[in-house]
């Protein structure tokens, strides 16, 4: 039974990552291929070609970024996107939607903010107990002149699915930092705590000095 067990669990950390990785990206592909339905059905791939071919709305969706980064980087596109959010301004359900998800793509995506660039710990959901949390602010606002303390915001997601989550106002003596990547404390979220980037970084560290101690 030993026997069978070495094999079978060596058997899944083989099959097991390849599935799930197989089917999120048959997923995003799925859902990119949608955007065929963009173009007129006489037009599409599947009426042309006769059969459908998987990824094609893949390469649809990236010309459409391309296209659209090439004519908003210019001075005349910029103006029609300033005209495009001026107008969008002016409705009052949308302006607070589309304000708020285009500052959090130009500080995570772009890359012209610190949000979602470290990981700290906090005690949560109660004192004593401690969760993984991204930094996604620490400018000071109404909330610190309202509170009287220097709080900063985090985002403590849930497990397995990060997706999902908190947003908390946390005083900053409470918060700690921590050497550790957000790749790392992604993978120690996804995997609810079984993979400890400190045990790979001394396996590593291990395996490096045996090396070094196996040259002559």
Do not use: C
Not at 5 to 16: E, I, M, P
Not at 146 to 173: D, K
Request: no cysteine; glycine share 8%.
């Amino acid at each position: 039974m030993n026997f069978l067990r070495r094999y079978l669990v060596a058997g899944l950390l083989v099959w097991l990552p390849l599935v799930a990785t197989f089917f999120v990206i048959r997923l995003l592909v799925n859902w990119m291929d949608k955007s065929l339905l963009l173009l007129p059905e006489i037009y599409r791939p599947d009426s042309l070609l006769g059969f459908h071919i998987p990824g094609l709305g893949v390469l649809l969706s990236l010309l459409i970024l391309v296209l659209t980064g090439l004519v908003a980087a210019n001075l005349f596109g910029r103006k029609l996107v300033g005209l495009w959010e001026r107008l969008l301004s002016r409705i009052p359900l949308v302006r607070s939607v589309y304000s708020a998800v285009k500052q959090l793509v130009e500080t995570t995506i772009a890359g012209n903010g610190s949000s979602f660039r470290k990981v700290v710990l906090v005690e949560f959901p109660r004192r004593g107990m401690w969760t993984l949390a991204f930094l996604t602010n620490e400018v000071q606002g109404v909330v610190q002149q309202a509170t009287g303390r220097e709080v900063i915001s985090v985002y403590i997601p849930t497990t397995p699915n990060p997706t999902g989550g908190y947003f908390v106002l946390v005083p900053r003596e409470d918060v700690r930092e921590i050497d550790l990547s957000v790749d790392d404390g992604l993978k120690m979220l996804l995997s609810m705590g079984a993979v400890n980037p400190a045990e790979k970084q001394k396996d590593q560290a291990v395996h490096g000095l045996a090396e070094v101690e196996a040259k002559p």
